[in-house]
């Protein structure tokens, strides 16, 4: 059984307390990405490939313990019913997925005792714009502040998002509930992924705000769970001021650039879009401690990150 994103999507406008009109525009805008709770992996696959065309090893790149026993009761509407209250864990990977290849069985994950949590649901919201498809949520029951998680481990069939790589086998070590977040990838987004001018929905999630007019590059971060202004509002120029890109001109020099604008905004989930209006090899990225939270309230330490070299998509 699934959950209607339509339905979840209409709930969590309702607490907005969006206009009626407008709610009916963001759901039918609404690109659904569906949670998933079933106990077993149900993907039939002979798909057993570890590496992309270009070499790059398929994996798990970070796994957060960002909340325990706290997930928002929306959670019950919008994740699975029950997820309320539960705790939150989101895992990265290294490609896309493809989220009809993922169920809440293909996840294990293991305390500090040893003991072997239980999952209820997995989701791909609030990260499911165009690109951003590597970042699952888990809800469910599956440690404490006390006997914290410290395993997460791919144990069903999980197919990337062309269905040429698997993932089951892969494992991570969970970065512990106390810790901030921080930046844990980083890529250059393809121009045709832009959206230029686009505005975020008022949805939560699905929908955020597309690159600025006037952008010649973009770079995406992914933080390693959800992050916001310390008093919990969505960044602004503030935020925007303090990101660093390192870029490598055609004369061999390095520069660092700020970024003109920031887009992905509005949709609470743990990717920022770097506008940039100056040209050169993006390197990598940087961002100071102490300026962001997590859901968690936990601040970010000094953080940074290479941008990955990626084929066209």
């Not at 607490?15 to 009626?20: H, I, Q, R, S, Y």
């Not at 844990?184 to 705000?209: C, M, Q």
Request: negative net charge.
């Amino acid at each position: 059984m699934k959950i209607n994103p339509l339905q979840a999507a209409s709930f969590i406008l309702i607490l907005a307390g969006c206009g009626k009109v407008q709610q009916i525009q963001s759901i039918r805008n609404y690109d659904p990405v569906f949670s998933n709770a079933s106990k077993v992996d149900t993907t039939v696959t002979t798909v057993t490939s570890k590496r992309d065309n270009d070499g790059r090893q398929a994996g798990l790149i970070s796994a957060f313990f960002g909340l325990d026993d706290a997930l928002a009761k929306a959670a019950d509407k919008g994740i699975w019913p029950g997820a309320g209250g539960k705790d939150g864990m989101p895992v990265i990977f290294s490609h896309e997925i493809d989220y009809k290849t993922m169920q809440a069985g293909d996840f294990r994950v293991t305390t500090a005792s040893g003991k072997v949590g239980e999952i209820l649901a997995v989701t791909l919201a609030p990260a499911d714009d165009t690109g951003e498809l590597r970042t699952v949520l888990l809800a469910g029951s599956y440690g404490s502040i006390d006997d914290q998680p410290v395993k997460v481990e791919i144990v069903g069939n999980l197919l990337s998002i062309d269905k040429t790589l698997n993932f089951k086998g892969e494992s991570i070590k969970v970065i512990p509930l106390e810790e901030g977040p921080t930046m844990v990838w980083a890529e250059v987004v393809p121009d045709e992924e832009w959206a230029i001018g686009k505005k975020a929905t008022p949805l939560p999630w699905g929908g955020g705000s597309g690159a600025a007019e006037g952008s010649k590059q973009v770079v995406r971060v992914t933080w390693s769970g959800g992050v916001t202004k310390p008093g919990g509002d969505e960044i602004n120029d503030v935020e925007r001021l303090l990101y660093k890109v390192t870029l490598l001109l055609e004369n061999g020099n390095k520069v660092d650039v700020t970024p003109f604008a920031i887009s992905d905004l509005g949709d609470g989930d743990n990717n920022h879009e770097l506008c940039l209006d100056v040209m050169g090899t993006p390197q990598s990225v940087f961002f100071p401690a102490g300026k962001l939270k997590d859901p968690r309230k936990d601040l970010n330490p000094e953080t940074s990150i290479a941008i990955q070299k990626l084929p066209a998509r």
